[in-house]
């Protein structure tokens, strides 16, 4: 079983900075993807930023210049380090990885996984 745990959501006045974590943890064997999406009331969950082995980055267009995402494979763990927060990032943020688990039966089972996501306040 797989299990993404996030941190360092919070609240934080315009302009400000944030930075979220995520770790995964389980039977892993790779996780060729990892990132974080977002969710505002009313709205639909949307990417924020995502970094691919092999490939790299991609950010949505609201937030590039401002959030930096970043991955330490070692730990199954990502980063997002959001500055110059707008009022409009408000929203619960999500870590989602694209996990491959190790060999069984023939097959590598392979899936997304959510955390249970991180609420960041930006106060205008």
């Known amino acids: 079983q797989v299990q993404l745990v996030e941190s360092g959501g919070g609240f934080v006045q315009a302009g400000g900075s944030l930075r979220l974590s995520c770790q995964a943890s389980g039977n892993i064997f790779q996780i060729p993807a990892m990132g974080w999406y977002r969710q505002a009331p009313g709205n639909q969950r949307e990417l924020v930023a995502e970094i691919r082995q092999g490939i790299g980055t991609n950010y949505a267009d609201s937030v590039k210049g401002r959030f930096t995402i970043s991955r330490d494979n070692a730990k199954n763990s990502v980063s997002l380090e959001m500055n110059s927060l707008k009022s409009e990032d408000t929203a619960v943020y999500y870590c989602?990885?694209?996990?491959?688990?190790?060999?069984?039966?023939?097959?590598?089972?392979?899936?997304?996984?959510w955390g249970q996501g991180t609420q960041v306040t930006v106060s205008s």
């Open positions: 989602y990885a694209d996990v491959i688990l190790p060999l069984v039966a023939g097959r590598w089972p392979r899936g997304d996984h």
